[in-house]
Nanobody, 114 residues
């Protein structure tokens, strides 16, 4: 059974940066994984996808050039480096497979103040 654990969120001013971490307990290697977010009153949306262990990445238009998804040195970990944060990035961030294959973790709250 795979348990997803997200961490690294917090309160940051607009323009600031955060790095989120995802650990997939029960997996030896993360090859295809994604970050999602759910803002207040919004549906969960796919933000960034990593395939081939990070060889290929894709991002939703609203975060392109600001967010970077990558796999950690521990191959069952993944990161989301978020720069130039905006208030509209405020959300709970989750990791999961690109198809939402695993049970959802608790997520990590990111709050960006203006």
């Amino acid at each position: 059974q795979v348990q997803l654990v997200e961490s690294g969120g917090g309160l940051v001013q607009a323009g600031g940066s955060l790095r989120l971490s995802c650990t997939a307990r029960g997996l030896v290697v993360i090859n295809n994984m994604a970050w999602y977010r759910q803002g207040p009153g919004k549906q969960r949306e796919l933000v960034a996808v990593m395939t081939g262990g990070g060889a290929n990445t894709n991002y939703v238009d609203s975060v392109k050039g600001r967010f970077t998804i990558s796999r950690g040195n521990a191959k069952n970990t993944m990161y989301l480096q978020m720069n130039s944060l905006k208030p509209e990035d405020t959300a709970v961030y989750y990791c999961n497979s690109p198809t939402g294959l695993y049970s959802w973790g608790q997520g990590t709250q990111v709050t960006v103040s203006s």
